[in-house]
């Protein structure tokens, strides 16, 4: 059974397109996070759910936005797409805040 | 904010030997975190450090905490090739993980 589940695995998409990747995680966790991952594999944390509130949100253009249906869901919304969104998307859920993350397989976007 | 240096950044090593990779972190992190991930895969818990002069060790990998350096290292035994993979340390900061660039390690025969 995977824990952290994203889809799709892969996003191919022209500039100015909205579009979405899902998250689900089965392990009963209380917070969720998107992470992004640039052509270095800089990991830098995008936002992070707890509960169903927003606790941490970087300094990432408002274009993105994430939205939490419910506890086992994180999904990212991304409007209006430029080629510098194009990088690979992880979702990641913690027991708590900080405590050990579950990454799921990660989504490769990539902007045309 | 929390800001977590590994070095080195990449690592090209023989199967049979022994490196280490440093992970400094400029603000005080009550945890520290190592994780593996291959190429085109996710990323896989590998530690998580929790105190002061914590050690913890799996199969090849020995990863050690100290606080008050603010540096935690990730030792390898005598490398094998299926350690090739990228090493990301990551430390805490107001609840939230910090990452390292991480270290590219190939190990070759």
């Known amino acids: 059974d995977t824990a952290v589940s994203q889809t799709p695995k892969y996003l191919v998409t022209q500039m100015g397109n909205d579009k979405s990747i899902k998250c689900e995680q089965n392990?009963?966790?209380?917070?969720m996070y998107w992470y992004k991952q640039d052509s270095k594999k800089f990991l830098k944390i995008m936002f992070s759910?707890?509960?169903?509130?927003?606790?941490i949100n970087e300094t990432v253009p408002n274009r993105f936005s994430p939205k939490s249906p419910d506890k086992a869901h994180l999904n990212l919304h991304i409007n209006s797409l430029e080629l510098g969104d194009s990088a690979v998307y992880f979702c990641?859920?913690?027991?708590?805040?900080?405590?050990?993350?579950?990454f799921g397989q990660g989504t490769r976007l990539t902007v045309v | 904010e929390l800001k977590v240096e590994q070095n080195p950044l990449f690592l090209s090593m023989q199967e049979g030997k022994n490196y280490t990779i440093y992970c400094n972190y400029s603000?005080?992190?009550?945890?520290l975190y190592w994780y593996r991930q291959d190429p085109g895969k996710s990323l896989e818990s590998l530690f998580v450090l929790l105190s002061n002069g914590a050690v913890k060790q799996e199969g090849r990998l020995m990863a050690s905490l100290d606080t008050k350096a603010r540096l935690s290292t990730l030792h390898i035994t005598a490398a094998v090739h299926d350690l090739s993979a990228t090493y990301f340390c990551a430390g805490e900061d107001n609840n939230d993980m910090r990452f390292g660039a991480g270290t590219r390690l190939t190990v070759k025969p």
């Open positions: 392990l009963g966790h209380d917070t």
């Open positions: 603000t005080t992190s009550d945890r």
């Open positions: 759910y707890n509960n169903k509130e927003l606790i």
């Open positions: 990641a859920s913690s027991q708590y805040s900080a405590s050990e993350a579950f």
